[in-house]
């Protein structure tokens, strides 16, 4: 007898528990852009919106000041044939994109939008803004996502990526996702799309300015190097350094082999410790997510996270002069080497970018 109402209370149990998909979609992408243009990233994210289902109305949700945002919000309504809205917060609060004014802005948006996903690409923006306004709206998100399989179904990388953890989400509305933007490409027509432009609305920000929060952080200056490379995060070839390269004066050879391919430059954790490149070159689980067509790795042992970080390019090139170091496992063509013999004679015979 016990152990029948036991199991009846158990059933009873399970039943609630379990979650349908949520009955009408709809989406909030948060989007950074920069010289007026979109960046890959939040398209990738549409891209993920995208997949949760298709009778999906997805706004984009844009923030700045001034005449740079009005051509982002003008490229915004004509990039991606998926984006139903554009809403843009104009504002000397967001000049730059610091997490207390814009978590104060996704709050304000979903209270009076009531969307059922909220969405951001999982780089230093959006990694910056998700946690608080998750706060905010008394939620848990759910980072990382490589694959959506449904409104509520969610898969991402755990233990460095070497192993892919499914997640439902049985929380309240909405539910928020950081994604990996190498998991969900931009089509090239895409990106290139000029017809059937969206509709560009203004959010307003009347309440925003009462609130204290949104200066308790204040901006104080961005370093970053100018380069005319290709993005690290969006490039198609990427070209690493790692220990083995030895100092700061031996990594011109893998800044020259990037350059004459046409290349963006990376490097392992080791190297950036050790002084030879600054951080914001840094590949794997704690830098930047990299999938490019073609990935060469010079004097990379392979460590567990910086492979978290690459191992899903599309071609992966390792040049060790040690025949058992880890890299080789992912590699698709490896060359036991030294890499100050390899790299000049890829200099030599390789021909110039076109």
């Given at each position: 007898m016990a152990i029948g109402t036991m199991?009846?209370?158990?059933?009873?149990?399970?039943?609630?528990?379990?979650?349908?998909?949520?009955?009408?979609?709809?989406?909030?992408?948060?989007?950074?852009?920069?010289?007026?243009?979109?960046k890959n990233s939040s398209l990738s994210a549409v891209e993920a919106a995208k997949s949760l289902g298709g009778d999906n109305s997805i706004s984009l949700l844009l923030a700045g000041s001034g005449h740079s945002l009005k051509e982002a919000a003008e490229h915004a309504a004509s990039s991606h044939p998926s984006i139903s809205q554009v809403l843009i917060a104009d504002s000397d609060k967001f000049t730059y994109p610091l997490a207390e004014p814009w978590a104060k802005l996704v709050h304000l948006v979903q209270q009076s939008g009531g969307y059922s996903h909220i969405i951001a690409a999982s780089g230093s923006f959006g990694k910056n803004i998700l946690p608080r306004a998750a706060a905010l709206l008394d939620i848990s998100p759910i980072t990382d996502v490589t694959k959506i399989s449904g409104s509520n179904l969610f898969i991402r990388p755990i233990y460095a990526g070497n192993a892919l953890s499914t997640v439902r989400y049985t929380g309240s509305s909405p539910c928020m996702l950081s994604i990996r933007a190498t998991s969900f490409p931009v089509a090239s027509e895409t990106a290139d799309l000029k017809s059937n432009a969206a509709s560009i609305d203004h959010v307003d920000l009347s309440?925003?300015?009462?609130?204290?929060?949104?200066?308790?952080?204040?901006y104080v200056k961005l370093s970053a190097q100018i380069s005319e490379r290709p993005d690290l995060g969006n490039a198609r070839i990427v070209v690493t350094g790692g220990r083995g390269v030895k100092s700061a004066e031996n990594f011109k050879m893998i800044d020259k082999l990037a350059e004459k391919i046409g290349a963006a430059v990376g490097a392992t954790r080791a190297a950036v410790d050790a002084g030879f490149v600054p951080n914001d070159l840094q590949v794997g689980q704690t830098g930047k997510i990299v999938a490019p067509e073609l990935y060469m790795a010079f004097g990379v042992s392979g460590a567990i996270q910086h492979i978290a970080g690459m191992r899903d390019s599309k071609v992966i090139v390792a040049v060790n002069k040690d025949a058992d170091a880890p890299i080789f496992q992912v590699a698709d063509y490896g060359l036991v080497g030294d890499l100050f013999d390899v790299?000049?004679?890829?200099?030599?015979?390789?021909p110039e970018k076109k």
């Open positions: 199991l009846s209370a158990f059933r009873k149990l399970s039943n609630t528990s379990r979650i349908t998909p949520f009955r009408s979609l709809s989406t909030l992408v948060l989007a950074e852009h920069d010289g007026g243009l979109i309440t925003l300015d009462e609130d204290e929060s949104v200066a308790k952080s204040t790299i000049p004679e890829l200099l030599e015979k390789l």
